[in-house]
């Protein structure tokens, strides 16, 4: 089946300093990738669609100069956390979706937990 | 927002089926019910879904009622791998691909 890695699966930074988190489709092209968060006992919350070769769409209230997403090619989208700070800290989870297929299911990576120090 | 409602948790012996009920009254014409489940510190996992008829895999059933307005997934014979959270989305076809997540339920599996 559809394979989506995510990379790191932990991380631990500076406050003020930016961590990039890397998700990609294995073995297939995500013309679309959703990068959501996850807070301790809370459910997935999405912070943006991205779309390969254009621009982000962010949802309502995520800052988008906080959260800088690019996904230049069809298997690699990435997420940044820049300027981070311990609210930051939060487990960063993607998905990819094969495009084409609208009722294909979304393919999700495991998760990135990030500590900001 | 979310537009389904499950209940917060549940309980299963294990080797017992679970039944996961979902409510999605206002579930439209072209909208897909999906589940998925998260295992503690992992991604969402797929496991089935189903636009009015019954479904089957490997993992799970879905019985969807004829109005569409609940939804029920059966895991036929429960582990204790299968203590999760699931949840339970509606996802319209031809629309936006994002999933929205509601609160799922917490499932525990004794034994």
């Known amino acids: 089946g559809a394979v989506v890695s995510q990379h790191p699966s932990r991380v631990i930074c500076k406050s003020g300093t930016s961590v990039k988190i890397e998700c990609r489709s294995l073995?297939?092209?995500?013309?679309?990738m959703f990068w959501y968060r996850q807070f301790p006992k809370k459910s997935l919350m999405l912070m943006a669609t991205?779309?390969?070769?254009?621009?982000?769409?962010?949802e309502q209230g995520v800052e988008k100069d906080k959260f800088l997403i690019n996904h230049a090619s069809l298997t690699l989208s990435t997420l940044t956390v820049t300027s981070a700070h311990p609210e930051d800290s939060s487990f960063y989870i993607c998905?990819?979706?094969?495009?084409?297929?609208?009722?294909?299911?979304?393919?999700f990576g495991n998760g990135t937990r990030l500590t900001v120090t | 927002d979310a537009k389904t409602t499950q209940p917060p948790s549940m309980d299963c012996a294990e080797g017992r089926a679970a039944n996961l009920p979902c409510n999605h009254s206002?579930?439209?014409?072209?909208?897909?019910v999906y589940w998925y489940r998260q295992i503690h510190s992992q991604g969402p996992q797929y496991i089935i879904h189903?636009?009015?008829n019954n479904e089957t895999n490997e993992m799970a059933s879905l019985i969807i009622t004829e109005d569409r307005k609940s939804s029920t997934l059966i895991l036929p014979h429960a582990t204790l791998r299968d203590t999760a959270v699931y949840y339970c989305?509606?996802?319209?076809?031809?629309?936006?691909?994002?999933?929205?997540f509601g609160k799922g339920t917490k499932l525990t599996v004794n034994p």
């Open positions: 189903g636009l009015k």
């Open positions: 991205s779309n390969e070769g254009s621009k982000a769409t962010y």
């Open positions: 206002t579930i439209s014409g072209n909208e897909y």
């Open positions: 073995d297939f092209q995500a013309t679309t």
């Open positions: 998905s990819a979706s094969q495009g084409g297929r609208l009722i294909s299911p979304l393919h």
């Open positions: 989305i509606v996802r319209a076809q031809g629309g936006s691909e994002k999933l929205v």
